[in-house]
């Protein structure tokens, strides 16, 4: 950067170095909130799919039951099929790596079938051992501790997986097993979850030529639906955290809004010199967004740098929240490529650019007398416009986002309604300034009345501030009542459905992908206690509905009738539907299904539902459930087990007899059966508050790096405003005022545009918050939430953020006010 161009740039840069970094700072705060996310949203559905696909990698059908497994015995039928396809049957299962309880996937396939290759390729592996990710640093012959159903074994390795350019890396925790070896570890015999299939070179055999061979029961599907309907059950969650870091970015581009414009005030008079010079205004505009885009670049790039690294620990919580809601997703790390650090790069210098765009016209088209007049204040709002079109705005996206009959995940409404919003509620927050410099007439202090009487006209630089304040506060006040109304209703579900005085589980199982079942001997000697009066078992398996995978689950339902409870939201009480299904039996199946499932398949209470196979029911009630996106379907335990021959149970609810100690019981069958866990109901209940306020972390860091770049914008405000008040100043000074005072009423006048930005900011949050609440978690996820304000909380937010602005402005007020009027003037024409 050379000539007049690095003189008009880089010269008043280096003669503000602060409040260049200010913008700098700004930049790359929203930058590293967008990089974050992506970078950690990338990293755990790689991870995903790599874990939908196994080692299934070029299979391009897939064979399963829709409910249940395969048997291995009816794959003699597919025997025709063989001179076309390559058919590669797959067992999965669940093992838990002792003693960190790490969560692995088991997957035992034909390896003699697959041609046998280790990681050395050096021939057949041990068949009885398992091939691992080389990425687990364990070699060949190492032994690997952990537990499988509840039972500890030690695995050993046999090989490495092999590694190949061009196509996904195995996870590091995949474990592939010979299917027999599989089977025998599993307690599976002759059983199998799916089978992959794909043509041989030169072969194209139809879809229908290959489901004309399947045996009857067995489901035919594309591969790639499986693994994309794994990303989309997920997409929701992914899509909600990307919405929250550009809102951060939206946060930054407010203040950059501003401090742009407050530049071009101070230095008018050198582009009006331009002008008078001959100039053209097309080169002054260059000049302009010559430096936005420096600082956008130069911001972009820091933020790259903090995006990278705040995206290794947003990775870890991404990770256990898709482990937890969908499955197994082993990332830990998240890695920068090209493609992410370009597109960062280009947002960030984007969103200067667009910034500066106002300010840089209005220095071009400006006549040089209105520039070069001296201490020409800058032009007040048109606040009034403002607010009506804000208040428009606030009642189209409330319109938008509550459109009626919308199919279920739909959620574009719900996102434009939430633009609208918050860029409607940040305009209104605006004619909230006048309010308080009318307000200031009404008091006598003369330093409040000077301090507010500037917000009764308020110039852009109020506005913006306001505004940028009003979104950072509407965000945050937005998630706090949503995470509030979701803890309300949690606590309400968690206080209806665990009744048990002890929840048992196989040690090590965790989320959803867990495969982990408790043995039967185990099962049996516990229902057998003395303390022990009655037993729930739970079963569930994945199940195939209308194409599309969520779970079919079973409870003991004479046992769940009378002592335990299903918070029923249709077909009537959950005691009465219990009973009826009960007393049907196998005659008239009945099930009950969780409110996501009603939901995600548009069923209700009295629908018949084809599960295929054969196998048809009527769904008797829907009740409330918060333990998955996917949804269940559940089943008296007979019919289940008639229906799927699956007898072992996922975990038990344990009812104790009168007088019996629910922790002391806990604790001695833990000792006596080390391979499952057993927890009472309020170490249960802690647990789960623990991983709801975990699932949040996240929004929580979002919400502070929104908070954290309008308060840098406050200050950034408040130098500019020292500024353009530099006349009153020096009236004050010469009136024998000092410097305290003088500080004072700035800092009254930025506590003025900051309580203007926090009050717009709790109205903005409060309508957020509906949609969030009432609109985007029954169509995204499907679960009703009751609406619950924090008003503690609220409160608490609003003297928070008064008080950080007071401190973060009260040094920038004192600087100026303490400056020589000399060095005022000079600032002044920089």
């Known amino acids: 950067?050379?000539?007049?161009?690095?003189?008009?740039?880089?010269?008043?840069?280096?003669?503000?170095?602060?409040?260049?970094?200010?913008?700098?700072?700004?930049?790359?705060?929203?930058?590293?909130?967008?990089?974050?996310?992506?970078?950690?949203?990338?990293?755990?559905?790689?991870?995903?799919?790599?874990?939908?696909?196994?080692?299934?990698?070029?299979?391009?059908?897939?064979?399963?039951?829709?409910?249940?497994?395969?048997?291995?015995?009816?794959?003699?039928?597919?025997?025709?099929?063989?001179?076309?396809?390559?058919?590669?049957?797959?067992?999965?299962?669940?093992?838990?790596?002792?003693?960190?309880?790490?969560?692995?996937?088991?997957?035992?396939?034909?390896?003699?079938?697959?041609?046998?290759?280790?990681?050395?390729?050096?021939?057949?592996?041990?068949?009885?051992?398992?091939?691992?990710?080389?990425?687990?640093?364990?070699?060949?012959?190492?032994?690997?501790?952990?537990?499988?159903?509840?039972?500890?074994?030690?695995?050993?390795?046999?090989?490495?997986?092999?590694?190949?350019?061009?196509?996904?890396?195995?996870?590091?925790?995949?474990?592939?097993?010979?299917?027999?070896?599989?089977?025998?570890?599993?307690?599976?015999?002759?059983?199998?979850?799916?089978?992959?299939?794909?043509?041989?070179?030169?072969?194209?055999?139809?879809?229908?030529?290959?489901?004309?061979?399947?045996?009857?029961?067995?489901?035919?599907?594309?591969?790639?639906?499986?693994?994309?309907?794994?990303?989309?059950?997920?997409?929701?969650?992914?899509?909600?955290?990307?919405?929250?870091?550009?809102?951060a970015l939206a946060v930054g581009a407010y203040l950059l809004f501003q401090a742009f414009d407050a530049a071009v005030n101070r230095r008018r008079e050198t582009w009006a010199l331009l002008a008078a010079l001959g100039c053209p205004p097309r080169r002054i505009l260059r000049f302009v967004l010559l430096e936005a885009a420096l600082l956008g670049s130069l911001g972009s790039l820091l933020g790259i740098g903090l995006g990278w690294a705040g995206a290794q620990g947003a990775v870890r919580f991404v990770a256990r929240t898709l482990e937890a809601l969908y499955g197994a997703a082993s990332a830990r790390h998240a890695a920068l490529g090209p493609g992410e650090a370009a597109a960062a790069l280009v947002l960030g210098t984007l969103t200067c650019l667009a910034a500066a765009w106002i300010p840089a016209r209005r220095a071009a088209a400006t006549p040089p007398v209105q520039l070069l007049a001296r201490g020409a204040a800058a032009r007040p709002m048109a606040w009034a416009p403002l607010a009506l079109g804000g208040a428009a705005l606030l009642a189209a996206g409330l319109a938008l986002a509550f459109l009626p009959r919308l199919p279920q995940g739909t959620l574009w409404h719900a996102y434009l309604g939430s633009a609208l919003v918050i860029f409607g509620g940040s305009l209104a927050s605006v004619a909230l300034l006048p309010a308080l410099g009318a307000l200031g007439r009404l008091v006598r202090d003369w330093r409040a009345r000077l301090a507010l009487r500037p917000l009764a006209l308020p110039t852009g630089r109020h506005g913006f501030a306001a505004a940028a304040m009003a979104v950072a506060i509407g965000m945050t006040v937005g998630m706090g009542v949503m995470v509030r109304s979701f803890e309300a209703t949690v606590e309400g579900w968690i206080g209806d459905s665990l009744r048990a005085d002890v929840y048992v589980a196989p040690l090590g199982a965790g989320g959803a992908g867990s495969r982990h079942r408790i043995p039967e001997a185990d099962a049996a000697a516990l229902a057998a206690d003395p303390a022990v009066a009655a037993v729930d078992r739970y079963q569930a398996v994945p199940f195939l509905f209308r194409g599309r995978p969520t779970t079919l689950a079973a409870g003991d339902f004479a046992?769940?009738?009378?002592?335990?409870?299903?918070?029923?939201?249709?077909?009537?009480?959950?005691?009465?539907?219990?009973?009826?299904?009960?007393?049907?039996?196998?005659?008239?199946?009945?099930?009950?299904?969780?409110?996501?499932?009603?939901?995600?398949?548009?069923?209700?209470?009295?629908?018949?539902?084809?599960?295929?196979?054969?196998?048809?029911?009527?769904?008797?009630?829907?009740?409330?459930?918060?333990?998955?996106?996917?949804?269940?379907?559940?089943?008296?335990?007979?019919?289940?087990?008639?229906?799927?021959?699956?007898?072992?149970?996922?975990?038990?609810?344990?009812?104790?007899?009168?007088?019996?100690?629910?922790?002391?019981?806990?604790?001695?069958?833990?000792?006596?059966?080390?391979?499952?866990?057993?927890?009472?109901n309020r170490?249960?209940?802690?647990?789960?508050?623990?991983?709801?306020?975990?699932?949040?972390?996240?929004?929580?860091?979002?919400?502070?790096?929104?908070?954290?770049?309008?308060?840098?914008?406050?200050?950034?405000?408040?130098?500019?405003?020292?500024?353009?008040?530099?006349?009153?100043?020096?009236?004050?000074?010469?009136?024998?005022?000092?410097?305290?005072?003088?500080?004072?009423?700035?800092?009254?006048?930025?506590?003025?545009?900051?309580?203007?930005?926090?009050?717009?900011?709790?109205?903005?949050?409060?309508?957020?918050?509906?949609?969030?609440?009432?609109?985007?978690?029954?169509?995204?996820?499907?679960?009703?939430?009751?609406?619950?304000?924090?008003?503690?909380?609220?409160a608490g937010l609003t003297g928070l953020c008064l008080a950080a602005a007071a401190l973060a402005q009260w040094p920038v007020a004192l600087r100026a006010a303490r400056l020589p009027v000399d060095r005022q003037a000079e600032e002044g024409a920089t």
């Not at 990681?119 to 051992?129: K, Q």
């Not at 975990?694 to 929104?706: D, M």
Request: with cysteine.
């Open 1 to 247: 950067m050379k000539g007049l161009a690095g003189r008009l740039v880089l010269r008043p840069l280096a003669l503000a170095p602060a409040r260049a970094a200010l913008a700098v700072l700004t930049v790359a705060l929203g930058v590293a909130a967008f990089l974050a996310i992506r970078l950690a949203n990338r990293a755990a559905i790689a991870s995903f799919d790599a874990f939908t696909r196994g080692v299934g990698t070029g299979a391009e059908y897939v064979v399963r039951a829709p409910f249940g497994d395969l048997d291995e015995r009816r794959l003699s039928a597919l025997a025709p099929l063989r001179r076309d396809l390559w058919i590669r049957p797959v067992l999965e299962g669940s093992f838990s790596r002792e003693p960190d309880f790490a969560a692995f996937q088991i997957l035992a396939t034909d390896l003699v079938g697959l041609g046998g290759e280790g990681g050395d390729g050096a021939g057949l592996p041990d068949l009885g051992g398992a091939l691992v990710s080389p990425r687990l640093g364990l070699a060949p012959g190492a032994a690997l501790p952990g537990l499988v159903d509840g039972r500890r074994v030690t695995l050993r390795v046999a090989g490495l997986l092999p590694e190949s350019p061009g196509r996904p890396a195995p996870p590091p925790t995949l474990l592939v097993l010979d299917l027999p070896a599989g089977q025998a570890l599993l307690g599976r015999p002759g059983r199998l979850d799916r089978l992959d299939l794909g043509p041989w070179p030169g072969r194209t055999p139809s879809r229908e030529a290959i489901a004309a061979h399947l045996p009857d029961g067995w489901v035919l599907e594309d591969a790639e639906q499986r693994a994309s309907s794994g990303r989309a059950m997920s997409g929701a969650f992914r899509l909600n955290l990307t919405v929250l870091s550009l809102i």
């Open 683 to 794: 170490a249960l209940r802690t647990q789960v508050e623990r991983i709801f306020h975990q699932t949040f972390a996240i929004t929580y860091a979002l919400e502070v790096i929104g908070l954290a770049v309008a308060l840098a914008g406050l200050v950034q405000s408040m130098a500019g405003l020292a500024l353009e008040r530099r006349g009153d100043l020096l009236t004050l000074r010469a009136l024998g005022a000092g410097d305290a005072p003088v500080a004072a009423v700035l800092l009254g006048e930025g506590c003025g545009v900051a309580a203007a930005g926090v009050l717009g900011g709790l109205g903005l949050g409060l309508a957020l918050a509906r949609i969030l609440v009432s609109v985007l978690n029954p169509q995204a996820f499907g679960w009703t939430l009751a609406f619950r304000l924090p008003w503690g909380a609220l």
């Open 559 to 680: 046992v769940l009738g009378t002592r335990g409870h299903l918070p029923m939201v249709a077909g009537g009480a959950s005691r009465e539907v219990l009973a009826r299904i009960r007393r049907d039996g196998l005659a008239d199946p009945g099930a009950v299904a969780s409110e996501t499932f009603a939901r995600r398949f548009g069923v209700r209470p009295g629908d018949r539902l084809d599960l295929g196979a054969g196998r048809r029911l009527t769904l008797r009630g829907v009740y409330g459930d918060y333990g998955n996106e996917r949804g269940s379907l559940i089943l008296d335990r007979p019919v289940f087990q008639a229906w799927t021959g699956e007898a072992r149970a996922a975990s038990l609810a344990l009812y104790l007899r009168p007088g019996e100690d629910a922790e002391a019981f806990a604790a001695r069958e833990a000792r006596a059966r080390p391979g499952l866990l057993l927890r009472s």
